[in-house]
């Protein structure tokens, strides 16, 4: 074959081409059950890490049990779907439907003979997807912890979101007005306030400094997020 003619450049473009598409192919099925570990993994450390247990990726999977003694999928109305593992909702295309026709998973864990109760969260920043994980006090009004990240915030400004010093502020935070009163009239979440919440104001938390829209989107995603256990819990007093 001639190797200055156009058709062998042709053919060998379409080999070559070929051949990377094969090796890509491959080494992508061959790494994809470590990458479905990997983000199980994370996803169970940041569960655990709500409710104060500091674990490495690694280990969290060993030690969830241990903790998370109840995960369960919740219909709108509070009752719980028994054919759903709550750990496979995937909130991402769960939200895009219709409220009633949603999946709402809960975790509940026991740590040091505390029962607490984990809501997971998921939105959209300013420029791409938020999420994290809420967890409540036995009390079901008290937040005990808080975990967020983020796709492509700003860094520096909304990324931000993904730091201790703001995460921790939610911290003591209630999300009613009256204890054990879990209506939607009583319900009045917690919110990020922009310029710095007043001392004493057990709703509201220091917003992100010139990440004001991404601290806007992080509270309507907790409150959008948070109004749908409400059944859930006024069921469960």
């Known amino acids: 074959m001639n190797t200055n003619s156009n058709s062998y450049t042709f053919i060998f473009a379409i080999v070559l081409v070929t051949v990377v598409a094969g090796l890509l192919a491959f080494t992508a099925i061959k790494l994809k059950p470590k990458q479905e570990e990997n983000v199980r993994n994370e996803k169970m450390q940041s ?13 969290s999977g060993k030690v969830f049990d241990k903790f998370i003694k109840e995960q369960i999928a919740l219909k709108s109305d509070g009752t719980v779907d028994m054919e759903v593992d709550a750990f496979t909702i995937n909130l991402k295309n769960e939200i895009k439907k219709d ?16 029962k607490m109760y984990i809501i997971p969260l998921f939105g959209k ?45 939610f911290t003591g935070k209630k999300i009613f007005t009256k204890p054990n009163d879990f209506t939607t009239n009583n319900f009045v979440c917690v919110h990020t306030v922009k310029g710095g919440a007043k001392a004493g104001d057990e709703h509201g938390v220091d917003a992100i400094s010139g990440g004001t829209v991404t601290s806007n989107k992080l509270s309507q995603m907790i409150e959008e997020r ?12």
Do not use: C
Not at 156 to 164: H, N, Q
């Open 47 to 59: 569960i655990l890490t709500s409710i104060g247990v500091e674990e490495s990726r690694e280990h």
């Open 99 to 114: 409220p009633n026709q949603q999946r709402y998973p809960l975790y509940i864990a026991d740590n040091d003979g505390k």
């Open 125 to 169: 920043g300013l420029w791409d997807d938020i999420w994290g994980y809420i967890a409540l006090g036995e009390d079901k009004n008290t937040i005990i912890g808080a975990v967020f990240d983020h796709k492509g915030e700003t860094p520096g400004l909304g990324a931000e979101i993904r730091e201790s010093w703001f995460e921790e502020q």
């Open 226 to 237: 948070m109004k749908h256990y409400l059944p859930y819990f006024q069921k469960n007093k």
